[in-house]
């Protein structure tokens, strides 16, 4: 399925329990990395947990295929629902990417990052077109989204901010979620 960008934040922090594959995409790598870490929130309460979370990176994936499926279906020791993400996924890791929306055994649930990918990328249209998994694009903050996020980091630390200091602090921040913060 695909989700827009201003619904995204929304379902990876309440992501449809059929779910198998997510494909998180886009030139801000920062936003890529905090949304793949609330989507893995949802699957596992310690994101570091080796028992529960299998860490990979598409070079992995390309050169054995067949991992992808074995982490996949892998049953944890100490029970629940496993996670496995997927660092620099490319179109090359499609076939493996496949396999697991065809139904492999297993319910973990896979969380693909990736870098900007085009409307044409065979990984971007898989995942838009299945009902198990789900695009979702991390496009870079605009103004808007900027004073959003500066609002809301400065309210969680109960700190007020002022609306020239707020849009000062626009002008400056960059592209990347994980820098302006």
């Known amino acids: 399925m695909k989700i827009s960008a201003g619904k995204a934040d929304s379902f990876v922090k309440a992501p449809p329990a059929e779910l198998r ?14 949304r793949a870490a609330t989507l893995g929130a ?5 994101l570091a947990d080796p028992f ?5 990176t598409g070079g992995d994936i390309s050169g054995d295929p067949a991992r ?6 892998a049953i944890a020791l100490t029970g629940g629902r496993g996670l496995v993400r997927v660092r620099d996924s490319v ?8 396999t697991i929306l065809d139904g492999a055994p297993g319910d973990a649930l896979t969380i693909l990052q990736a870098g900007q990918l085009g409307p044409r990328s065979a990984l971007r249209k898989l995942a838009e077109s299945s009902d198990d998994a789900a695009a979702i694009p991390c496009y870079a903050d ?10 809301e980091t400065l309210s969680a630390n109960d700190v007020r901010i002022k609306s020239e200091a707020a849009r000062w602090l ?3 921040l960059g592209s990347d979620r994980a820098i302006s913060r």
Do not use: H, N, W
């Not at 179109?91 to 496949?98: E, N, R, S």
């Not at 605009?142 to 609002?151: P, Q, V």
């Open 170 to 172: 626009v002008g400056r």
């Open 142 to 151: 605009d103004t808007a989204s900027l004073e959003r996020l500066i609002r």
């Open 68 to 73: 992808l499926a074995d982490e996949v279906a």
């Open 91 to 98: 179109d090359g890791i499609l076939k493996a990417v496949q």
């Open 21 to 34: 594959v997510a494909l998180i995409y886009g030139p801000d790598e920062g936003l890529v990395r905090e």
């Open 42 to 46: 949802t699957v596992v309460a310690d």
């Open 52 to 56: 529960l979370v299998c860490d990979l």
